[in-house]
């Protein structure tokens, strides 16, 4: 479960990890936190790895935002490869609770969301999860 505030931007090498976690993009990714939207702050790459790739920021990372807000999103496949796209299911949550959720289609031949969510860091993750899940199951 990626930080909702994390926007992936290339996968990182596999790291000191001897055994690499189960990441929720499927892998580790560089990236920016887009806490503030006005303002691109891209972390060191350990708190990378270890904050905003696995998500729970809340109290753990002095930029995550006060009050209501999701603090960790999780992907899963839910239909693979029929008619060319990837369905996938997600689900925002807060303190280890689902908080909303919703579904996606990814084209594979096209690389991209169909009808992509509003949300341009909720995409950029789905994208960036489908990516990997294709990659890693060719």
Request: aromatic residues 8%; charged residues 25%; contains cysteine.
């Amino acid at each position: 479960m990626p930080c909702p505030f994390f926007s992936p931007e290339q996968p990182l090498d596999r790291g000191p990890w001897t055994h690499p976690p189960r990441l929720p993009l499927g892998g580790a990714y560089s990236g920016s936190c887009r806490v503030r939207p006005d303002e691109f702050h891209a972390p060191p790459e350990s708190h990378q790895r270890d904050v905003c790739n696995c998500g729970y920021a809340r109290g753990r990372c002095d930029r995550f935002p006060a009050g209501d807000a999701a603090d960790a999103v999780r992907f899963s496949v839910s239909g693979n490869r029929k008619a060319g796209k990837l369905k996938l299911v997600y689900i925002l949550e807060r303190e280890h609770a689902p908080a909303s959720h919703g579904s996606l289609e990814f084209s594979i031949k096209k690389g991209v969301l169909i009808d992509s969510p509003a949300d341009g860091l909720l995409a950029a993750q789905a994208r960036a999860f489908a990516e990997t899940y294709l990659r890693k199951n060719r």
